[in-house]
């Protein structure tokens, strides 16, 4: 059994995936800007990612911009038919690399065409309506007219499943209202943990929670006690931090992001960790203690 199985598979939108997939992020250049410093390992992580058994990935035409896909639609078409692809809309990036919120008809509409074109696709499996009211975490206002611009594109056929990134459960709520939401992708991990609440809502539901930064994005998870927990386990922290998230909630999908083989590989290997019940109680301390006063 490949390491990935280890992790079990839960439903996303109408397709069984492996918990453990890959977030390809951080193959475009540096400030997911302009082309990776290593073209030939960008391809080579994501080849090896669906070798190993991962069948998701993580993904946004605002990556590079378009580098990602084009990165992914090289290494991996014709896909693997177990292979699921979920992007997401709702940005546009400026020439000075700023994330710029792109809600209008015309902008959602060219986005969807614009994932469809550079990752060689008919039609794309599952898109996440990106809010930006808060570019850095959720913040409430009414995605109404951009869910419905999204909705409109998946009645045309060109979008089996939506999703929803950086949201709040109202905005979850208003969202169910116009369509069927088949995931939430949020910032959460080990350290930060504001959604635990509606985690466990999500789960009841059925619906995938795909966190983003599981292993903390642009500023890796640090902490003393995951240390001291990896090292009494012969594991890596970042490794223990995955692991952490896997036994958390059996709706949350992983999609670490990396650009390095090494990583991926430590990565996967994570799904085969075991965390015992004393050690988990160590790790649930961590949000605790790192919590804002
Ligand atoms: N919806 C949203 O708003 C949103 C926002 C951000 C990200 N995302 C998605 O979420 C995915 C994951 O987020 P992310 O990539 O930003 O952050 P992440 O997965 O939390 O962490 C990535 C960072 O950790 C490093 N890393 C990865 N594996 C490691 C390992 N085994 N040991 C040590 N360092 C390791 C990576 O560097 P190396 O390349 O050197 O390994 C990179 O610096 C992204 O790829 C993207 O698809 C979505």
Not at 126 to 145: D, Q
Not at 175 to 194: F, P, T
Request: contains cysteine; charged residues 20%.
């Amino acid at each position: 059994m490949s390491h990935v199985n280890k992790a079990g598979t839960f439903t996303l939108g109408a397709r069984r995936v492996t918990r453990l997939g890959y977030g390809a992020m951080q193959l475009a250049g540096a400030g997911v800007f302009g082309p990776p410093k290593d073209r030939k390992a960008a391809l080579a992580v994501l080849r090896e990612a669906v070798a190993s058994g991962v069948d998701h990935i993580d993904t946004s035409d605002f990556y590079g911009p378009h580098i990602t896909n084009q990165l992914i639609r090289e290494a991996l078409h014709p896909y693997p038919k177990n292979l699921v692809i979920v992007t997401k809309i709702g940005a546009r990036r400026g020439e000075d690399k700023s994330w710029i919120p792109s809600f209008s008809r015309e902008e959602l509409t060219q986005a969807v065409h614009d994932n469809l074109r550079n990752l060689g696709l008919d039609v794309l499996e599952v898109v996440n309506l990106r809010s930006m009211f808060g570019i850095h975490g959720p913040a409430e206002g009414s995605i109404e007219a951009p869910l419905t611009v999204l909705a409109d594109l998946q009645r045309q056929g060109l979008v089996r499943h939506i999703g929803l990134s950086n949201v709040t459960a109202a905005q979850i709520a208003e969202g169910r209202r116009i369509c069927e939401v088949v995931c939430v992708q949020n910032l959460y991990n080990l350290a930060h943990r504001s959604d635990d609440a509606l985690i466990d809502d999500l789960a009841r539901d059925g619906t995938a929670y795909v966190p983003f930064f599981p292993l903390g994005g642009f500023t890796p998870l640090q902490s003393a006690a995951l240390s001291d927990v990896a090292k009494e386990l012969g594991a890596t922290p970042m490794q223990v931090a995955l692991a952490w998230l896997l036994q958390r909630a059996p709706n949350i999908l992983l999609i670490p992001g990396t650009s390095s083989a090494e990583h991926l590989r430590q990565n996967i290997a994570a799904a085969g960790l075991e965390l015992p019940g004393d050690m988990v109680t160590v790790l649930d301390q961590i949000a605790t203690n790192s919590a804002p006063a």
